[in-house]
């Protein structure tokens, strides 16, 4: 097991000047100089999820689920039934229907609900829950989906109870993935317990055994990801980050001793330093199957899973806790927090000391040739350690409470929600533009000019 004491050990290269950095007007690597703003909710907006290319939901505290169109900012359906807060959201397109998605809600009022979000229509609904849905997982190939909370439940299209788990604990499941082999994780206070799906040709004879539990985690788990079909990782709230092997999840494997443990052991683990536990708690963590962003309180973590270490990080990106992340192309990431802002980051490599002027005289006596050698073996270290860099380089400022998340929809802009009861969509400037000035070309084509 690999442990590294973050903020007991600075990782070299990395001292910050200041606490918290910020940006002028001027945002060159900036492309949303545009927002719409999107009204609908009159509570906390929590949830945000892409339906296709041109639709997504949000869900909030409201109990509503609004469908909306991130070209034109139109609200297409309001999806109204549930009597409390949203507390998951999830789409839905098993292999049997095509093309067409549903999408999956639960809430505090201890309901699960099917919606057609082309027609807004309630599908199906099941209301006699004996706990709330903290979190939801649909099985795609299988046709499947899950719901977690004090209980575990398997559901089939149909809204039919395939299977369910006995009672948790008050914490109940926060959060599940899937894992290779047709097994699922689940975060369960801090244990993360792996089930296996027993799949049968007949789904009514599908059942669900219970493979291990880890309890390698010292406090409760705040965040599990996926980040490959070889690895998986949790994060707690006293910062424990851990990456999993998620290939030996079988009775073979829970019974191997590893790192003199009985019990599968984590592939690499980080304690990030002994600090106060909510500057310290690990909320988000996003992937790209190469490197691993964590959320560690204000702060942003890069983790490299092939060097096993820490490449980058910034102790406090933001004035509040980080609430979610996301990892873009060519190095790119983004975050958002409570501070009410979202930031755009950039990895980039450290930049090498200047090689001294030659040394004249001196030099006959080996002066400047050791100067160059030093500077050399520092660029071999950087590029052995791949230590990176987090540059500020956009600062998205729309909102005027905690940003929740948000989701990216690719050239078509940023969607964010946050606590003030909005969503806003955010543009290329450049972008639209150019689409504004096709429209009027092609109006003014079809009207003959002006």
């Keep these: 097991m690999l442990r590294w004491i973050l903020g007991g050990r600075e990782a070299p290269g ?59 900012g139109e609200c297409l359906q309001e999806l109204r039934g549930h009597t409390q807060q949203i507390t ?31 027609t807004g229509n309630r599908v199906k609904t099941v209301s006699d829950l004996l706990s709330s849905a903290k979190c939801l997982l649909v099985l795609h190939h299988l046709d499947l989906w899950i719901s977690g909370g004090n209980e575990m ?40 317990v792996i089930y296996r799906l027993n799949i049968a040709s007949s789904e009514e004879d599908t059942t669900v055994s219970e493979i291990c539990r880890l309890t390698d985690h010292q406090d409760s788990i705040r965040a599990l990801i996926s980040v490959s079909d070889q690895l998986f990782v949790s994060g707690s709230h006293v910062g424990e980050l851990i990456v999993w092997d998620s290939l030996n999840w079988s009775v073979q494997a829970s019974e191997r001793i590893l790192w003199g443990e009985p019990r599968p052991a984590p592939q690499a683990e980080i304690k990030l330093g002994a600090q106060k536990q909510s500057e310290m708690s690990v909320r988000h963590l996003a992937s790209d199957g190469e490197l691993i962003v964590a959320a560690v309180g204000s702060g942003l973590y890069v983790y490299n899973v092939m060097r096993k270490s820490v490449v980058a990080y910034r102790k406090t990106a933001h004035d509040s806790n980080v609430l979610h992340t996301l990892l873009l192309p060519d190095g790119q990431l983004m975050s958002c927090s409570e501070d009410g802002s979202v930031r755009m980051w950039e990895l980039q490599d450290l930049p090498l000391p200047a090689e001294p002027a030659s040394a004249g005289f001196f030099g006959m006596w080996t002066f400047g040739r050791s100067s160059k050698q030093t500077n050399q073996t520092m660029k071999k270290a950087q590029e052995i350690l791949g230590l990176r860099m987090l540059e500020l380089t956009g600062d998205l400022i729309g909102h005027s409470g905690a940003v929740q998340m948000f989701i990216s929809m690719g050239e078509r802009g940023l969607v964010t929600c946050s606590t003030d009861h909005l969503v806003i969509a955010w543009k290329n400037g450049k972008r639209e533009s150019q689409l504004r000035s096709f429209d009027l070309f092609c ?8």
């Design 88 to 118: 998951a959201v999830a789409v839905y397109s098993g292999p049997t229907d095509g093309t067409h998605v549903h999408l999956l809600t639960a809430s505090s009022d201890r309901a699960l609900s099917m919606w057609d979000p082309d």
């Design 14 to 72: 990395a001292v910050e000047k200041s606490p918290v950095m910020v940006i002028g007007e001027e945002q060159p690597k900036n492309v949303f100089t545009e927002l719409q703003v999107l009204k609908g909710h009159y509570d906390i907006v929590r949830f945000l999820v892409q339906i296709d290319d041109l639709r997504f939901a949000s869900g909030g505290d409201d109990g509503l689920v609004l469908v909306w169109n991130i070209q034109t």
């Design 153 to 192: 439940c398997m559901w089939d299209r149909n809204f039919s109870l395939l299977w369910r788990t006995d009672h948790h604990s008050d914490a109940g499941i926060s959060a599940m993935i899937e894992l290779p082999k047709n097994c699922i994780a689940a975060a369960v206070d801090k244990e993360i």
């Design 443 to 450: 109006k003014l084509e079809q009207n003959g000019g002006l």
